[in-house]
C-alpha cells in the first residue's frame, strides 16, 4: 500500500498537476453553467455547449457557442469570469494567494508547480513573483474597471455600467475575449460599436498588452527606475510586441482602407484605431471593433499569423509566444550571415533554448494542421474559415470568422481540446502525458546529411 501511495505521489510531476488542475476547474465550470440558474431561459445548457464555453473561459479564449450577454444570467456571467481570472493568473496562483493569506508554508513540490506553471527557469523568488502577479492583476484591473465605467455611464444605467467596467477589465486583462454587449448591441457584437471611441480602445489595448508581455516583463519595468535596467527577455518581448503591433496595424490599414464593410465605412481617425486594435488584439485577446468575418482574405490571413505568434511567456495569452519567433527569427538571420551563434542584444543564446524553440513551434503548428484538416471533414465551412478557427483556438485568442456557432459536436470536442492544448502549452502537455525521460550514457557518433 505504502509503495503504491509513493509510486502515485512520484508519477504526479508538475506538467500532470497543472493538466489535471485545469481539467478539474473545466469541469466545475461546466457543471455550473449547465445549471438552469446559469441559463436566462431557466433551463439547463447542453453539456457540449457548456463544457465548450467553461473550457473557452478557463483557457482564456473567448470562442463562444452562445452569446455571453444574452443567453447567460448574472449567476452564469460571474461563474465565467471568475473562470476567467483563475485561468488567466493560473489555479495554483489562486491557491498559493489562499495559501498565502492563511500564512502557511509553500511547500518544494508547490513551488516546482509554479515554475511550471509561471514558465520561470528557476524556483528562485517564485513566491515574491505570485505576490507581485497578485498585485499587478488587482491594481490593473481596477484601474480599468473604473475607467471603463466611467465611459459607459454615459451609454448605460449607472449600476450595469460598473458591472460592464469589472467584467470587461477581466476579460480583457486576461486576454479572454468575452464581453456582454450581446444585451446592448445585439448577440455576438463584441466592441464594434465603439470602433472609434478613443477611451474604450485606449484602455481596452493596454489591458490587452498589459496582460500579453507577461508579469515577469511588468515587474522588470515596475522595478527599472531603481534598477536602471531590464533583463534580455523583456527586451525581446518589449521589441517584437512593438513591432508587431506596428506591422499588423499597417498591414490591416492599407488591405482594409476601401473595405466599405470594415474600415471603409469609417472616417480617418476610426479608421487608425480599428487597425490598431485589430492588430493588437489577435495577440490572444478576441476582442474586435470591426466584423473580423467582412475583412479580406490577405487581411484575416494575416491575423492567423499574428494568432499563432500569440503572447509573452509568462502571460495571461497563448500562441507559441514572442520570444519563440524572436529565436526563429534569429535562427534564420544566424544562418544567413554564416554565425553558429544566436546573438540578441549581445547575448548569446544557449542551444536548448532554441531546440526548444523549434520544438514548441513545430508541435504547435502539428496541431493546428491536424485539427483543421479534421475539421475540414466534419465542417461545410470554407478552408480559411476553419483554419483562422483552430488557430484562434489554440493560441487561446477568441476572434472568430463566424463558425463557432455553427460548429457539430465533433468541432467542438476538438476545438476544446485545442484551446486546452493552447492554454497549457503543447509541450507541457507532452510532458505531462508522455513516459518519464531518462538520462542516456551514452552518445550516438555524429553523422551528416544534406540540407536545402
Given at each position: 500500500?505504502?509503495?503504491?501511495?509513493?509510486?502515485?505521489?512520484?508519477?504526479?510531476?508538475?506538467?500532470?498537476?497543472?493538466?489535471?488542475?485545469?481539467?478539474?476547474?473545466?469541469?466545475?465550470?461546466?457543471?455550473?453553467?449547465?445549471?438552469?440558474?446559469?441559463?436566462?431561459?431557466?433551463?439547463?445548457?447542453?453539456?457540449?455547449?457548456?463544457?465548450?464555453?467553461?473550457?473557452?473561459?478557463?483557457?482564456?479564449?473567448?470562442?463562444?457557442?452562445?452569446?455571453?450577454?444574452?443567453?447567460?444570467?448574472?449567476?452564469?456571467?460571474?461563474?465565467?469570469?471568475?473562470?476567467?481570472?483563475?485561468?488567466?493568473?493560473?489555479?495554483?496562483?489562486?491557491?498559493?494567494?489562499?495559501?498565502?493569506?492563511?500564512?502557511?508554508?509553500?511547500?518544494?513540490?508547490?513551488?516546482?508547480?509554479?515554475?511550471?506553471?509561471?514558465?520561470?527557469?528557476?524556483?528562485?523568488?517564485?513566491?515574491?513573483?505570485?505576490?507581485?502577479?497578485?498585485?499587478?492583476?488587482?491594481?490593473?484591473?481596477?484601474?480599468?474597471?473604473?475607467?471603463?465605467?466611467?465611459?459607459?455611464?454615459?451609454?448605460?444605467?449607472?449600476?450595469?455600467?460598473?458591472?460592464f467596467g469589472i467584467f470587461h477589465a477581466v476579460s480583457l486583462f486576461n486576454n479572454a475575449g468575452f464581453d456582454l454587449f450581446g444585451s446592448v448591441s445585439g448577440p455576438f457584437t463584441s466592441l464594434t460599436s465603439y470602433a472609434g471611441d478613443p477611451v474604450i480602445n485606449m484602455v481596452a489595448m493596454l489591458l490587452i498588452i498589459l496582460g500579453g508581455i507577461g508579469f515577469i516583463v511588468l515587474s522588470d519595468l515596475v522595478d527599472y527606475k531603481r534598477s536602471r535596467k531590464l533583463s534580455l527577455h523583456s527586451k525581446i518581448v518589449l521589441t517584437m510586441t512593438g513591432l508587431l503591433i506596428v506591422l499588423g496595424?499597417?498591414?490591416?490599414?492599407?488591405?482594409?482602407?476601401?473595405?466599405?464593410?470594415?474600415?471603409?465605412?469609417?472616417?480617418?481617425?476610426?479608421?487608425?484605431?480599428?487597425?490598431?486594435?485589430?492588430?493588437?488584439?489577435?495577440?490572444?485577446?478576441?476582442?474586435?471593433?470591426?466584423?473580423?468575418?467582412?475583412?479580406?482574405?490577405?487581411?484575416?490571413?494575416?491575423?492567423?499569423?499574428?494568432?499563432?505568434?500569440?503572447?509573452?511567456?509568462?502571460?495571461?495569452?497563448?500562441?507559441?509566444?514572442?520570444?519563440?519567433?524572436?529565436?526563429?527569427?534569429?535562427?534564420?538571420?544566424?544562418?544567413?550571415?554564416?554565425?553558429?551563434?544566436?546573438?540578441?542584444?549581445?547575448?548569446?543564446?544557449?542551444?536548448?533554448?532554441?531546440?526548444?524553440?523549434?520544438?514548441?513551434?513545430?508541435?504547435?503548428?502539428?496541431?493546428?494542421?491536424?485539427?483543421?484538416?479534421?475539421?475540414?471533414?466534419?465542417?461545410?465551412?470554407?478552408?480559411?474559415?476553419?483554419?483562422?478557427?483552430?488557430?484562434?483556438?489554440?493560441?487561446?485568442?477568441?476572434?472568430?470568422?463566424?463558425?463557432?456557432?455553427?460548429?457539430?459536436?465533433?468541432?467542438?470536442?476538438?476545438?476544446?481540446?485545442?484551446?486546452?492544448?493552447?492554454?497549457?502549452?503543447?509541450?507541457?502537455?507532452?510532458?505531462?502525458?508522455?513516459?518519464?525521460?531518462?538520462?542516456?550514457?551514452?552518445?550516438?557518433?555524429?553523422?551528416?546529411?544534406?540540407?536545402?
Open positions: 500500500m505504502k509503495g503504491t501511495k509513493k509510486a502515485i505521489r512520484f508519477n504526479l510531476t508538475p506538467a500532470r498537476v497543472l493538466v489535471a488542475g485545469f481539467a478539474a476547474i473545466v469541469l466545475l465550470g461546466a457543471f455550473l453553467l449547465m445549471l438552469p440558474i446559469s441559463n436566462a431561459k431557466g433551463v439547463p445548457l447542453p453539456f457540449l455547449d457548456a463544457l465548450f464555453t467553461s473550457t473557452s473561459a478557463t483557457c482564456v479564449t473567448g470562442l463562444v457557442v452562445v452569446d455571453t450577454g444574452t443567453h447567460f444570467t448574472v449567476f452564469g456571467q460571474v461563474v465565467i469570469m471568475l473562470l476567467i481570472q483563475i485561468g488567466g493568473l493560473g489555479f495554483m496562483t489562486m491557491a498559493t494567494l489562499f495559501a498565502l493569506a492563511l500564512k502557511k508554508k509553500i511547500s518544494l513540490k508547490e513551488r516546482l508547480i509554479l515554475q511550471e506553471a509561471l514558465n520561470q527557469g528557476s524556483m528562485e523568488g517564485i513566491v515574491r513573483l505570485i505576490r507581485k502577479v497578485i498585485l499587478f492583476a488587482v491594481c490593473i484591473e481596477g484601474v480599468a474597471a473604473v475607467l471603463f465605467s466611467v465611459r459607459w455611464a454615459f451609454d448605460l444605467p449607472l449600476g450595469k455600467a460598473i458591472y496595424t499597417i498591414v490591416i490599414f492599407i488591405f482594409e482602407f476601401t473595405n466599405t464593410r470594415t474600415l471603409g465605412s469609417l472616417t480617418g481617425w476610426e479608421k487608425f484605431w480599428a487597425s490598431l486594435f485589430q492588430s493588437v488584439s489577435p495577440r490572444t485577446a478576441g476582442a474586435n471593433t470591426i466584423d473580423i468575418g467582412a475583412m479580406r482574405q490577405a487581411s484575416q490571413f494575416f491575423m492567423i499569423i499574428l494568432m499563432f505568434i500569440g503572447a509573452s511567456p509568462g502571460s495571461t495569452g497563448g500562441g507559441i509566444k514572442t520570444t519563440t519567433f524572436a529565436i526563429l527569427v534569429g535562427a534564420v538571420l544566424a544562418m544567413i550571415r554564416g554565425k553558429e551563434d544566436i546573438v540578441i542584444y549581445r547575448y548569446r543564446l544557449a542551444k536548448d533554448r532554441i531546440f526548444k524553440a523549434v520544438t514548441l513551434t513545430l508541435l504547435s503548428l502539428f496541431l493546428v494542421i491536424i485539427v483543421s484538416m479534421i475539421l475540414s471533414t466534419t465542417e461545410d465551412h470554407s478552408f480559411l474559415m476553419i483554419l483562422f478557427e483552430t488557430t484562434s483556438a489554440f493560441g487561446t485568442v477568441g476572434l472568430t470568422m463566424g463558425l463557432t456557432t455553427d460548429l457539430s459536436d465533433i468541432g467542438k470536442v476538438l476545438l476544446s481540446l485545442t484551446m486546452f492544448a493552447g492554454r497549457l502549452g503543447p509541450l507541457t502537455l507532452a510532458y505531462a502525458l508522455g513516459p518519464k525521460n531518462e538520462r542516456e550514457l551514452y552518445r550516438h557518433p555524429e553523422g551528416k546529411i544534406t540540407i536545402g
